[in-house]
C-alpha cells in the first residue's frame, strides 16, 4: 500500500493499532476468532484506504449472514475508533466485522496478503445458508398466521395468555390502552376490560 511520503512514519503505529492481539482484547477470544474467520474467509470486500489530515480511514463491507458496513479511522498516534451497522457493533461492542477489516487493514499495512482459508470460507457460507434458511422459516410462519381467521387467532392467543403470566400481562395492557382510546382516556372505560380478563 502506498501511503503518503509524510505519513510513512506512521505506519508502525497504525501496524500495532490493528495488530492480531490488540483486536482480540477489543473484541474478546471468541469475536476475535470470529473476525479472523471472516477475513481469512474472504468476507472482506470492497475495501479502500484514503487519508484524512494525519488519519488513516478505510471502509469495505464485510460479507457474513449479510452485508455490513465497517469504517476505521486511525490517528497517526494508534488510537482507533472503527464502527459497523451491524447490531452488535450497535450495542457498543467491538464486532466480527470490525475485526475482519482491522486484520485485512493490518495484512496491507504490512504489503503482505491474507491466506485464503477455504475452511473459513465454508464456515461463513454456511453460517450464511442458516440464517437465510431461519429468514425463510421465520417468514413462512408469519405467513401462516397472517392466514388464520381473528377468531382463531384470539382463542389461540386466549389460550397461551392463560399459561403464561407476561402474557397476560400484556393482553390487560393492551385492553386498557385500547379501552382509554376508546373511552377518550377515562379511568372508567378501563376497569370493566381489566377485569374481563
Not at 490488540?22 to 481469512?40: I, M, P
Not at 413462512?140 to 403470566?165: G, I, K, N, T, V
Amino acid at each position: 500500500m502506498n501511503i503518503p511520503p509524510h505519513l510513512e512514519s506512521h505506519r508502525g503505529q497504525w501496524l500495532r493499532a490493528t495488530d492480531g492481539p490488540l483486536l482480540r482484547e477489543l473484541a474478546g477470544a471468541s469475536v476475535f476468532g470470529r473476525g479472523q474467520t471472516y477475513a481469512q474467509g474472504g468476507a472482506v470486500q470492497a475495501l479502500s484506504v484514503s487519508w484524512d489530515a494525519d488519519d488513516l480511514r478505510a471502509q469495505a463491507t464485510v460479507s457474513g449472514t449479510q452485508d455490513y458496513a465497517v469504517d476505521w479511522r486511525i490517528d497517526r498516534d494508534g488510537a482507533v475508533d472503527a464502527n459497523c451497522d451491524c447490531p452488535h457493533a450497535q450495542d457498543g461492542c467491538f464486532c466480527k466485522h470490525q475485526v475482519a477489516l482491522g486484520l485485512a487493514l493490518h495484512a496491507l499495512l504490512a504489503g503482505a496478503e491474507l491466506a485464503p482459508d477455504d475452511a473459513a470460507k465454508k464456515k461463513i457460507a454456511a453460517a450464511a445458508k442458516r440464517a437465510q434458511t431461519q429468514t425463510a422459516n421465520r417468514q413462512a410462519l408469519r405467513d401462516f398466521l397472517r392466514r388464520q381467521s381473528a377468531p382463531d387467532l384470539a382463542e389461540r392467543m386466549w389460550q397461551w395468555a392463560e399459561r403464561d403470566r407476561a402474557l397476560m400481562a400484556e393482553a390487560r395492557s393492551w385492553a386498557a390502552r385500547d379501552a382509554a382510546a376508546a373511552g377518550g382516556g377515562a379511568t372508567e372505560a378501563r376497569k370493566p376490560v381489566i377485569h374481563a380478563l
